[in-house]
């Protein structure tokens, strides 16, 4: 075999590889950012029932030990 082509086989090979690692990176960050934006929209939701006690609640809390 040709050393060209040896190099040539290796580099598409290598080529091939960082394709699927650059496209697993892409998926992940995809993943996290549908992950964060869950995480948002339960702050939300928790923070809008919260929004809806009555005012005063909490205030003379004892949490000494």
């Not at 190099?7 to 290598?14: E, T």
């Not at 960082?18 to 948002?40: G, P």
């Amino acid at each position: 075999m040709d050393v060209a082509l040896a190099s040539a086989l290796m580099n598409a090979q290598v080529g091939r590889l960082q394709l699927a690692v650059a496209a697993r990176m892409l998926r992940m960050n995809s993943d996290a950012a549908a992950s964060a934006v869950e995480v948002i929209e339960a702050a939300q939701q928790n923070f809008d029932r919260l929004g809806s006690a009555a005012a005063g609640i909490g205030a003379n809390l004892d949490v000494s030990v």
